[in-house]
């Protein structure tokens, strides 16, 4: 069971809008501002799309952004396009001894 | 450009011993906190090890702690993972990345570790 837990799956059709949830507790998400989501496609290494909550890494689209309320991160990924569909995955500094967890990772796809 | 490339993955027997290597290139490697993570086949990622530049602070997960040693030598431009006791559970691709903040920035492609007898 992994520490950030996300939606295993979520689907949206191209142009539409989707966001993914990833709740922690005080102890990590709730805790901190560094939260980060990461794209990944099949057989492929993962990506950074967002970091400190709401940060694009340089060439990373607009279309993806990143907020926190509370123990919830969101990612939302705005005018779906074919190429959006991979897994992403959420990750939080801890305060716990782990130091960083991750979520369980959430299959996007673009219908 | 960046470019982490991973090595020393392969099938080991449970409680046998394997050793990973990671060149890293395109950047002050002496400068960058370095991490370990990994990914069971069709499962989501785990957080395995990190070391700070000059190697003085590492943490583990509780799942290798006692069983898993990370490295550097930054001479050389490179991150270690050495794993001794392994065990089935202990298969994984993995994939070292360098750390910026509390952020992996890039990635390496991965090696695979299969623990089978």
């Known amino acids: 069971q992994s520490a950030l837990t996300q939606p295993a799956s979520v689907s949206g059709s191209p142009g539409q809008s989707i966001t993914i949830s990833c709740t922690g507790t005080?102890?990590?998400?709730?805790?901190?501002?560094?939260v980060s989501w990461y794209q990944q496609h099949p057989g492929k290494a993962p990506k950074l799309m967002i970091y400190e909550v709401s940060n694009r890494p340089s060439g990373v689209s607009n279309r993806f952004s990143g907020s926190k309320s509370g123990n919830t991160a969101s990612l939302t990924i705005s005018g779906l396009q074919a190429e959006d569909e991979a897994d992403y995955y959420c990750s939080s500094y801890t305060s716990s001894s782990t130091y960083v967890v991750f979520g369980g990772g959430t299959k996007l796809t673009v219908l | 450009q960046v470019q982490l490339v991973e090595s020393g993955g392969g099938l080991v027997k449970p409680g046998g011993s394997l050793r990973l290597s990671c060149a890293a290139s395109g950047f002050t490697f002496s400068d960058y906190y370095m991490s370990w993570i990994r990914q069971a086949p069709g499962k989501g990622l785990e957080w395995v090890s990190y070391i700070s530049s000059s190697g003085s602070t590492i943490y583990y997960a509780d799942s290798v702690k006692g069983r898993f040693t990370i490295s550097r030598d930054n001479a050389k431009n490179s991150l270690y993972l050495q794993m001794n006791s392994l065990r089935a559970e202990d298969t994984a691709v993995y994939y070292c990345?360098?750390?910026?903040?509390?952020?992996?920035?890039?990635w390496g492609q991965g090696t695979l570790v299969t623990v089978s007898s």
């Open positions: 005080s102890s990590d998400v709730g805790g901190y501002n560094y």
């Open positions: 990345a360098r750390v910026v903040g509390h952020d992996l920035d890039y």
